[in-house]
């Protein structure tokens, strides 16, 4: 990795692409940051030598190719790709229509993959490179109310997983983020989250209270994503990442539970699991 390396975030008109924009640029970094609308991230982040603002809409593969396109021409090469954009369809599976799903995973699985496919070229010919995958906490820990977005998560996560191993030989790096709560735009209402648009009287009560409690978060998140954000840098910065970098005390806390769990339900079958083999 060079010392000052050329960024590509998606996602950075709003929430956590800002921040950590920002944390690259005051590193020394180059940054193209990429949004739907390329003035607005502009404006987000701030005027900077070293910044070049692209509109990307992430599930389109053609402007994914031209974004990058635009990247090489003016910084030479792409050194750190981070797939942050996203949103949050919530709402329990049934009330979740399937057009809802289908956008969920569009936006949040399909949109990096469109993405990742455009940037590899160019890191596979540099022999070097990173890419920085935003996921959740949701990626690893399912909930109720968020059936569409685990989905997405998690399958981010196999992915990237996957990933890692066949990009290793050509010296690219990739990193999951698993971020807890932090304070972003992520449960602005029309903004980052969708609300389901199927009414079914059985999820009605706890559809009204479930939303009442996601709004009353909005704002209230522990996690700093300006912290979080230079914590990305200091990773990158470090040269060698990481499989999985779980974001937050939040985070830590739910993960660890989820794994003692899935022990614990090795351990309750392990004799039944273990005699499925043939018999000698």
């Given amino acids: ?20 924009a920002q944390a690259a640029l005051a590193a020394g970094h180059s940054v193209v940051a990429t949004g739907r609308d390329a003035s607005r991230v502009a404006r987000a982040i701030g005027e900077h030598k070293n910044l070049l603002s692209v509109g990307l809409d992430v599930t389109d593969a053609a402007a994914a190719e031209a974004a990058v396109t635009t990247a090489v ?17 919530a709402g329990f599976f049934e009330t979740v229509s399937p057009e809802q799903f289908r956008a969920q995973m569009e936006t949040n699985f399909f949109g990096p993959l469109n993405v990742t496919r455009a940037v590899l ?30 989905a997405s998560k998690f399958a981010l996560e196999g992915w990237m997983e996957s990933l890692s191993v066949e990009v ?26 969708i609300w389901p648009e199927l009414k079914i009287e059985d999820y009605a009560e706890e559809t009204a209270s479930t939303i009442a409690f996601w709004k009353s978060m909005n704002g209230q998140q522990g996690g700093d994503p300006a912290k979080l954000a230079a914590a990305l840098v200091t990773l990158s910065d470090g040269g060698s990442l990481p ?38």
Avoid at 168 to 193: D, K, Q, Y
Avoid at 253 to 259: G, R, T
Wanted: cysteine-free; hydrophobic content about 45%; aromatic content about 10%.
């Fill in 243 to 280: 499989a999985r970098f779980v974001a937050g005390a939040d985070a830590m806390d739910a993960i660890e539970q989820k794994q003692a769990a899935v022990q614990q339900q090795i351990e309750a079958n392990r004799e039944l699991s273990a005699s499925l083999t043939f018999d000698a």
């Fill in 1 to 20: 990795m060079a010392e000052k390396n050329v960024w590509f975030i998606t996602g950075a008109s709003r929430g956590m692409g800002i921040d950590i």
């Fill in 168 to 193: 290793a030989p050509f010296g690219i790096e990739a990193m999951a983020v698993e971020p807890g709560f932090f304070r972003t735009e992520l449960l602005v209402e029309g903004s980052s989250t």
């Fill in 73 to 89: 021409e003016r910084f030479g090469r792409i050194d750190v790709l981070v797939n942050n954009a996203g949103n949050f369809y």
């Fill in 121 to 150: 070229p160019v890191m596979r010919g540099q022999r070097s490179g990173q890419i920085l995958t935003v996921t959740s906490t949701a990626g690893f820990v399912g909930g109720s109310f968020s059936s569409a977005y685990a």
